[in-house]
C-alpha cells in the first residue's frame, strides 16, 4: 500500500483510505465515517438538530445505540428488569428510545443481552475492525485503535454533522510513535504501560497527535491489552492511539457476529495485513519506554499524568520547577489530602472498583478473580466489580467469576460505565479513597469529593484484600 | 450560531493547569436533553458549597467585582478529558465569550468553534501577564478582533493568535459547519460508490 514508492504509516493509509475531500489552506479534510457508535448522554441535541433541520440519518446501518453512561447497575427486579429510580436519567433514556427507532437506528436497551459499554460492544460484536474510522460522542473511542482503526471522540455538534453526512470535518493530526520495549514482568499490565506513558508525557503530551503503539511489548499483548492502552490515548491529550494489526488481531476478531465470513475473510484479511507502517516510514514524534523497568503504577493526584510507580513517593511541590506545575501538584495534593513525599503503599482505602472500558472485559475479570479467589476483601473496604458488557457478564458467571467475586465479599453488578463517571448513583462519599481501574481520577469524577487512585484490575484486587494501596507482586509471591 | 467579529470584555483568571471538563461541567449534570440552563453548572464543585447551593466565597467567579467578565484566562492545558460539548455550552451559560490559554484540548476546542466561544491561544508570558492584570485591577479589559486574530492588551499590545480559517469563516459569518458538508453529497455518494461499507449494523 506504498504509494508513489513513498512508505507510510498506519495512520496516514487509513486517512488517507477515507478522504472524500483533501485539506485545503480554506478548509479542513472531509473524512468518512465507517462506523458511529452512539449513547444517551452526548446525543439528545444532535437528534434535536436533525428534526429542527428536517433531516434524516444518512446512515442507520453504519450506525449503532447502546445505553451505558446514566443506566444503573442495580440488580433486576422479577419481571428482568433494571429499575431506573432517578427520573431524569429515566427520561434521558426514553429520548434515547424514540431517537433510535425514528431515525432506524439499532439500539441496545438497558438489560438488553447485547447492552454494555459503547466500547466494550463494538469490538466484542465484531464491528470494529482494521483501517476503519470509527467515531463516537464520547472520548475514550480512542479505544478501537487497538484494532489499527482510526477511532476518536467527538462533541455533540459533530455526533449531527457524521448522522446527517456520514462525515466530519477534521484538521489532519500529527503523529507520534510510541515503542514500548522489552517484555512486561509478572503483575505488570497494559494499564500499568499506559499509566506509565502518560506519568512521561504528561496529560496534555500527546494534544493534536494520533499515537501509534509499537514495540515487543505491545505485540505480545492481547487485544484486550491492546484496548486498555488505545483507551488511554485521550489521558495523554492524543485523540486517537492505533496498534498494528496483526494474527493476535485477526484471531480476536473471526468468528464474531459481525466479522466477515467465507471469501469476504480472506479479502478482509489481505487488506488488513497491508495496513501495518511501512518501513522507512516517519513520524511526527518519537518517543520509547521500557517495558521490562516497569512495576506496577497508580496516580497519586487529580489527573491521569499525576502517577508513579507504586512503591515510590508522592512528589514535592517544591521540586517542582515550573510554577503553574507547582500550583497545580499543590492543588491535587490538597485535594487528595497527600503530604508531599508520602508514601502510597499501605494508605487505607474505602472502595475498590473494577470496571469501565479501560479494564472491564473478561481478561480484565479473570485477572481480579484469580487473585481474589479464596481471599477476603478487608471488612473495611466496599468492593464493586461491574462488567464491561451484558456478554461479559454472561461470559464471567459462565466460568464462575460472580460467585468469586462475592465469596470474596464483592458486589457483582450489572453492566454499565457505573462509578467511571458516578452519574448512576453508583459514587464515592466525600473524602474516602478509592483503588480504581477506571481512566480518570479528576476532582469529583467518581462521586463529589471522592479521591481516586488509578490502578491496573491486579492491584486494585490485591488493595481490596489488604485493606490499602499495595503492590500486588508482594502477595502473589505470598501465594 | 451568532456572528462573531469582536469581544470587548473584562477578563477573570482561573490560574489553574488541566482544568478537565468534569471541572467544567461535572458529570451529574449530563443527564439533560438539552443546551439551556447549563450556566449554573459551570464549574459547580469549585462555585458552591458542600450543599451544592451556597456561593463558595472563596472562588474567584463568585466575588462580585469579576461579575461582568466575559473573557476566562486559564491555566495550561484547557478544556481535557472528556467530549462533553456540555462544556462550552455551561460556560456561554455562564456568560463567557473566549477564553485564553497557552494550549487548549483538541476535542474542547473543536466543540467551542462550532458553538461561537473562541478559543485564545497565547504564550506563557502574555498568560502570566494577564493573571496578574485580573488580580490587580478586575475592571481589567481586553478586545479580540476575530477577523485580524488579534487580541489587545490593555497597554495597547496587540497579540497574534492562531484560528483555522474555516471555523473563522465560520464565526464572522455565523454559519455552523454542518451546511457545508451537507452541500458535500455528491461526493460522498461518490466515495461511497467507490468504497464498500465495511459493517452493517442493522445486518
Ligand atoms: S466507562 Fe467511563 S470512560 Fe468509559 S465510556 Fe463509560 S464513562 Fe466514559
Redesign the pocket.
Known sequence: MKENGKPRTLFEKVWSAHTVRDQSDDTPAVLYIDLHLVHEVTSPQAFSMLRERGLSVRRPDQTIGTM??STPTTPRNELGIIPVADAMAAKQLDVFTKNCSDFGIPMYALGDEHQG???VIGPEKGLTQPGMTIVCG?S?TSTHGAFGALAFGIGTSEVGHVLATQTLLQNKPKTMAVNVEGALGDGVTAKDIILAIIAKIGIGGGTGYVFEYRGEAIRKLSMEGRMTVCNMSIEGGARAGMVAPDDTTFDYISGREHAPRGAGWDAALSKWRQLPTDDGASYDAEITLRADELTPMITYGTNPGMGMPIAATVPKPEDESDYNKKIALDKALNYMDLAPGQKLLGKAIDVVFIG??TNSRISDLRLAADFVKGRKVADSVRMMVVPGSQQVKRQAESEGLDEIFRAAGAEWREAG?SM??AMNGDQLQPGQYAVST???NFEGRQGKGGRSFLASPLTAAASAIAGVVTDPRTMMAAN | MEKLTHIQGSIVAIPVNDIDTDQIIPARFLKVTNKEGLGKAAFCDWRYLEDGETPNPEFILNDPVYQEASVLVAGDNFGCGSSREHAPWALMGAGFKAVISTDFADIFNNNALKNGLLPIIVDADTQQQLFSLAEEDPSTAVSVDVEAQTLTLPDGRAINFPLDEFSKYCLLNGVDQLGYLLALDEEVQAFEARNPQRVATTA
Open positions: 451505558d453512561h459499554i459503547v466500547h464520547d475514550h469501565s472500558c460505565c467511571c463517571i477506571s481512566n480518570r
